[in-house]
């Protein structure tokens, strides 16, 4: 099998770290890696006991004192490190110029003893705690070297090794082992497809998974040098090898990405938004939390989407942590796991999961939080968050707005349910939440399209709040220009739904705007009492009169939040009120901004 050094990078290359296939090939990777290691330590031994028993019990001696020694001693000074580093502050690098200083010792000790160099190292690795603050720090600086550095020079002498000619000359003799190399690919493939479809995977991933687990690279070249240092083998069979992993790798990778799509599964055909969630019924969202200082807009967000005891809603909050320090992606349910194996040294996320859960008993039976955490790449991040919803059966995910993070668009693009982007200005502390007392006043900016509709359904779950006033502006054009007549009969059906059901009531204000293009557009939304709404929601794009944003397309700056998302989000607009962007979801095989499908199993009235 692949080892765990050579499939890391590949997969994280083809942005598999936080699907099915690249957990499960990593896994993997980890138990053959220590089933490798183990047996290479037994043929090591037994190669060294050929002529006197004595050096074999020699070498495993001390290769079980440096193990010791490393976990005994370097791993309880490594954590004394970690407790006596503040919270947020970098680790002292004297301490880290110690662990670097450390790999060199280690490998000579190794050495000194009769092992392979790669041991002593291999081991202090190990022994390093990962993630923040100490293992990311120590990736950090020795990234530079290694990559920059030792790598080229690695590859330098295995390029001075390799010798083609060695493979012309012997040819005839060659043959054998030439389809002995073929015959382990072949054999390697077979087995884990056949593994594989014994679980019942497709074919497809089953297929895909067993060319992952082929690969080879470096790691695997550098033990072949060791064999040829060895003279195991000889200049002849390391080319052979070599020329075997590089067009392996180059044919296998490309036939990864055709076969498989991590994305595949998020798309489905069942409806999961709010507009088309039955009334009275549990109302299931995923809430991303990055830190502390967004968790109190999320909570407020929560606040104002009203649950009640006839419709609840459950809560499933992800607390996003970066990969860094670490290699293997981790999705911890902290219903299943203990926390403290994982995140222990995280003050952050203690105080989240206190906040999340003072939140919780002060609304009963209401308001079911679970929580969560994924530890990945930010490339990787939205294939958790999907996952989640998925597996959740979720109507609604709710992402903070960031400029720099790649994360909002990705969820966006492959979501399985409609996702609302907030950017949050709350400043009010906590505290403030659990008395739930503060009357608040909404605003809809109804463009029309799907995502509008789906902002206008969210709204209407609010405003069955005695603490909640909603207006809504909907806006249309003049002569009804550019109108698209699916699109518009759905607007209307929705929000003369609405309003007849809405009209006695004083808390709710509905007009309509009409205008000729984006300018009347953007002057109809300054002209607003901007100081009195609290949260201005509005559909992010889909299915909008392209005669409302006449002019405009050339102004947005952030794609995630629409034209009229970012245009009220900006510092141009002067509001101090929080805003959020909806998008309805997208159905498997429907086009973004295609009503189509959406009339035919759309019912008015039935919400109460």
Not at 545 to 568: A, R, T
Request: glycine fraction near 6%; include cysteine.
């Amino acid at each position: 099998m692949s080892s765990f050094p050579v499939l890391y990078p590949i997969i994280r290359e083809l942005n598999l770290l936080s699907s099915g296939i690249g957990r499960m090939a990593l896994y993997t990777a980890i138990v053959s890696d220590v089933t490798g290691m183990n047996t290479l330590l037994i043929f090591e031994a037994w190669k060294q006991g050929e002529h006197r028993a004595i050096v074999a019990l020699w070498y495993v001696v001390c290769f079980m004192g440096i193990v010791t020694s490393i976990v005994g001693a370097a791993r309880q000074a490594m954590l004394w490190i970690v407790r006596n580093t503040p919270e947020g502050k970098p680790v002292d690098q004297i301490y880290v110029v110690t662990i670097l200083a450390g790999v060199m010792v280690a490998g000579l000790i190794a050495d000194m003893f009769g092992l392979t160099i790669v041991n002593g190292p291999l081991w202090l690795g190990l022994a390093v705690p990962d993630g923040p603050p100490l293992g990311a720090i120590v990736v950090e600086k020795s990234e530079t070297f290694v990559r920059n550095i030792f790598m080229p020079f690695s590859f330098l002498y295995i390029g001075i090794i390799f010798d083609f000619s060695y493979v012309s000359e012997q040819w005839s003799q060659l043959k054998p082992f030439v389809l002995m190399v073929l015959a382990a690919y072949v054999a390697r493939l077979v087995s884990t497809l056949v593994a594989s479809r014994f679980f019942d995977m497709m074919v497809k991933d089953s297929l895909a998974l067993s060319l992952i687990m082929s690969l080879k690279g470096e790691v695997d070249i550098l033990l072949f040098l060791h064999l040829t240092d060895r003279t195991i083998i000889g200049r002849e069979h390391f080319t052979v090898i070599v020329i075997t992993v590089a067009s392996v790798t180059a044919l296998v990778t490309p036939l990864i990405s055709i076969l498989y799509n991590p994305t595949r599964p998020y798309m489905v055909n069942k409806r999961r938004n709010i507009q088309h969630s039955p009334p009275n019924t549990e109302l299931h969202i995923v809430a991303c939390i990055h830190g502390e200082e967004n968790l109190s807009g999320v909570l407020k967000l929560l606040e104002v989407s009203n649950p009640t005891v006839n419709s609840p809603i459950s809560v499933y909050a992800l607390y996003m942590v970066e990969l860094v320090g670490r290699s293997n992606p981790v999705l911890i349910d902290h219903k299943k796991e203990k926390q403290e194996q994982v995140v222990s040294d995280n003050s952050n996320f203690s105080s989240i999961q206190h906040a999340l859960r003072i939140f919780q008993e002060a609304r009963g039976e209401c308001l079911k939080i679970s929580s969560y955490t994924t530890i990945t790449s930010k490339k990787s991040m939205y294939q958790d968050i999907c996952e989640l919803a998925l597996s959740k059966k979720a109507c609604l995910i709710i992402v903070l707005f960031n400029k720099n993070n790649g994360v909002n668009s990705n969820v966006l693009a492959h979501a399985p349910c409609s996702v609302g982007i907030l950017v949050d200005r709350s400043r009010s502390p906590f505290q403030n939440l659990v008395k739930n007392s503060m009357h608040r006043h909404l605003a809809v900016i109804f463009l029309g399209g799907a995502d509008a509709r789906e902002a206008l359904s969210y709204a209407d779950r609010m405003a069955v709040n005695p603490d909640i006033s909603l207006t809504v502006i909907r806006f249309l054009s003049h002569e009804n220009e550019g109108d698209n007549k699916m699109e518009k009969k759905l607007d209307d059906g929705l929000v003369t739904w609405f309003w007849v059901k809405s009209e006695g009531s004083n808390r709710i204000v509905y007009r309509e705007v009409v205008v000729r293009n984006g300018e009347e557009t953007i002057a109809s939304i300054q002209a607003m009492d901007k100081e009195r709404y609290d949260l201005w929601i509005v559909g992010r794009k889909n299915g909008i009169n392209p005669v409302l944003l006449k002019g405009l397309s050339n102004w947005s700056e952030n794609n995630e939040l629409g034209v009229i998302g970012d245009y009220v989000a900006s510092a141009d607009f002067d509001s101090r009120a929080s805003v959020l962007a909806v998008q309805q979801q997208v159905l498997r095989g429907q086009d973004k901004g295609s009503s189509a499908s959406v009339l035919g199993g759309y019912s008015f009235g039935t919400r109460k």
